[in-house]
């Protein structure tokens, strides 16, 4: 049947989504992307056009529910009610409307996925993350969160011997170097207005320590929010590359014998105006306490990939055990001082990368840290050195995925608040992946790792 004419439909529509429908018109938006994260990491979407928006901003767009089960290979998993049959829709989020300056013509939004009668749909990581925050809330704090993401830029070569496409660097500067400030210069600047337009606050920019490895953070906000920048600084990093010919990957350990790339998650946590995380106090360590508790968990989703467990070794400040300690950059969990003296102390979560689904593991943080209040839970004595000092004498997180999926499936609290369909969903696309490239090389996993985060 052909779809009548939306008519009056604008008319309809609240202030906010008419001046998206303005703004679009305005700029000569033909495009305008409805993204959402997957189970495997990755972020997937449709586009509406602009003359069917005023519609889509209210239907959504239809979309089968078999693809909350595809792992990032693009293999689809055998999960029950995520298969051939069923329909959901992506609903965009107009409050999340930005113009996509590397992609002349197009914008986006981030959205969730909803049933077709309008009700939250189980398996949305989205709706997760706004179930744990609103859980939250019920003792009285909300939370305040910014990914610390680092990344690779270079370029992506045909292998000469015939193999999967290589990263090669776009250089081989030192760490800090101003080298590295000069041969990035061009794509940073680009990179910073593109986030700057989206509404994203830069905060700082340096080269890193790998060859063409770079940092850009972006200012805090809160959780929801937190999660959907993330998204879009993905999106936005790896699209102005290719705009310019270039390539940037945020794979945990794009390659094997350099520094890895993490997405540190910094947490406050707030009771009305107050930081509760601004000093030595039961709710903070209650709070840590329950991070430690659940972290063997946790890192099956803050470190969602295969390749997340190259970058989590000892000595090499991306944590592998499960401890804290103020300024404790081997720490999982790092109680960081303030900076200057309108800063705010917070914690870093290090075992966290950019190939996890921002909002399955910003919602599973909050759900361990809310656990450790309730529980009241002991994160015991500080670490003030390197753990890994001292064998043996603090737990090791796990080595692989594989491990880390075990864990999860073993904490009731995060399989509960998973919830049975989204809980099997992701731990049938996460094994998956893991015996995908089990029975590969180690180049078939970093291209495949590269060409997807």
Known sequence: MTDRPSGNRTSQLDPHARRILERAELEGVELIRFLYADHGGVIRGKAASRSRLAERLGTGIGHTVAMMAMNMLDQLQDVEQLGPVGEVRIVPDPA?????PHAPGAAAMLSDLRRPDGSPWEACPRTFLKDAIAELATEGYTLVAAFEPEFTLGRRLPDPGGGPDRLVPLDDSLCYANTGFDTAHDYAVKLVRTLETQGLRVEHYHPELGPGQQELSVRHAPALRAADNHVLFRESARGVAMRMQMWATLAPKPLADQAGNGAHLHLSLWDDKVNVFGQDNDVRRAFIGGLLAHLPALTALTCGSVNSFRRLAPRTWASAYAVYGPDNREAAVRVCSALGESG??????????????????????????????????????????????????????????????????????????????????????????????????????????????
Do not use: C
């Open 344 to 453: 705010e102390p917070n914690l870093e979560l290090k075992p966290s990368d950019s190939s996890a689904n921002p909002y399955l593991s910003l919602g599973a943080v909050i759900h361990a840290g809310l656990d450790g209040i309730r529980r009241g839970l002991d994160p015991g004595e500080p670490v003030g050195v390197d753990p890994d000092t001292l064998p043996g004498r603090y737990p090791r997180l796990p080595s692989s995925l594989g491990e880390a999926l075990d864990a999860l499936e073993a904490d009731e609290v995060l399989m509960e608040a998973l919830g049975p369909l989204r809980s099997s969903a992701y731990v049938a696309v996460k094994r998956s992946e893991a015996a995908a490239f089990a029975a590969h090389d180690v180049a078939y996993e970093l291209y495949h790792h590269v060409r997807a985060f």
């Open 96 to 100: 999340t409307y930005v113009p996509l």
